[in-house]
Structure formats: C-alpha cells, structure tokens
Antibody
C-alpha cells in the first residue's frame, strides 16, 4: 500500500524559505522508474506542478519557479524534501507530494500560509 | 506555458452523461499521449481517474472514460451519480522544458 504524507510549517513570513518533507511508504525511490513530485494548489484555485525527482537523481522543475526551488531525496529514510526560497503571500497554498509521473497516489496535503 | 483550458463548470442530471474538455496546444496535449485526469472532492487530495489519455487505474469506475482529438482531450462521465459531484483537473506532459501542465479545473454539478 502506497502512502505519502507532507510535513512542514503551516506559517512562513514573506522572504523566508519554505522547507517541506514528503515521507512515504509502500515504494522505494531506489527502484528503477520511480519518482516523487510536488504540486500545489492555492485556495480556491487550480493545481500547479512544482518539481519531480526520479530514482536516478534526474530532477525537473517548473520553469517559472525553477530559480526558487530545490528538490532532494533521502532514499534510506523514504523522504523527499522541497525547498522554496523567497516566499510571498501569493505562494499561500496546499502543497502536495505525489507518487510517480502519473501522480497516482497523493499525500493529504499541507496548507502553508505566507503572512507577516 | 499557460494552463490548459477547461470549462469552469458542467452539470447534468443523475444518469446522464457529461463531457469535460481540456484544450492545449501541439506542445502539450496534442504532442503527447500523456494526459491524466484527476477528481477532487472538497477538502480532499486529487485522485487519479484517467492516465495516458484513456487508461483507467484499477478500481476506477468504467463510467469514466478519456479521449483526445488534436489539441483537446476530453473526460466523459457516463451514468452521472451524486458522488461524481467534484472538481476535475486535466494534466498533460509538455515536453522536457515545461514538463507538466494542469488544466484550469471544472466543477461538475449533479442536478
């Protein structure tokens, strides 16, 4: 059974850096073909793909946010970490991590509010 | 690249069929057979219901079907049920530079 769960701060101040952790079970990022992605959803709005990391360390970023994003993996601990720098109120959203390039399993989401 | 375009809302009576369009360009929807659809109930995470344009994951009702013509993908819900009332999002692979684009989302209302 594949499960994912996001964790991190619920509130960050403008200009701060956000660090979110996705802890998963039921699969390994050491297995060929496996990937974990991050997607966010501002309140009442659509979804936006952020980043994706694969088992072989291939990384892809949303071009519009690439300069602010870093995604890393800890295969031993079944975790993927996303950092986003220079947070702004418009970055207020629920942040999801999801399994594979099809996003076939999702975490419950973590609401992050950016406010001073 | 801009988000894929979906109708803001569609509605239908129980038992009817509804279709949701997802319009992109030849750089995304039209260029690859990697379109996925997600269902999202209020306060919940999205759930994959269609992948690779027209494939259903195990456990997803066969009332959901997907198709594509040119730069437009479509999701059809047949035999509409109350539980189908939700938001639906399409997503397409958009090449090695943009990678993934989501649609603007469609609210399905069961009358």
């Amino acid at each position: 059974q594949i499960t994912l769960k996001e964790s991190g701060p619920t509130l960050v101040k403008p200009t701060q850096t956000l660090t979110l952790t996705c802890t998963f079970s039921g699969f390994s990022l050491g297995t060929s073909g496996v990937g974990v992605g991050w997607i966010r959803q501002p309140p009442g709005k659509s979804l936006e793909w952020l980043a994706l990391i694969y088992w072989d360390d291939e990384i892809r970023y949303n071009p519009s946010l690439k300069s602010r994003l870093t995604i890393t993996k800890d295969t031993s601990n079944n975790q993927v970490v996303l950092t986003m720098t220079n947070m702004d109120p418009v970055d207020t959203a629920t942040y999801y991590c999801a399994h594979s390039s099809k996003f076939d399993y999702w975490g419950q989401g973590a609401l992050v509010t950016v406010s001073s | 690249q801009s988000a894929l375009t979906q109708p803001r809302s569609v509605s239908g009576s129980p038992g009817q069929s509804v279709a949701i369009s997802c319009t992109g360009t030849s750089s995304n929807v039209g260029g690859y057979n990697y379109v996925t659809w997600y269902q999202q109930h209020p306060g919940k995470a999205p759930q994959l219901i269609i992948y690779d344009v027209n494939r259903r994951p195990s456990g997803v009702s066969d009332r959901f079907s997907g198709s594509k013509s040119g730069n437009t993908a479509s999701l059809t819900i047949s035999g509409l049920q109350a539980e189908d009332e939700a938001d639906y999002y399409c997503c397409s692979y958009a090449g090695s530079e943009s990678f993934y684009l989501f649609g603007t989302g469609t609210k399905v209302t069961v009358l």
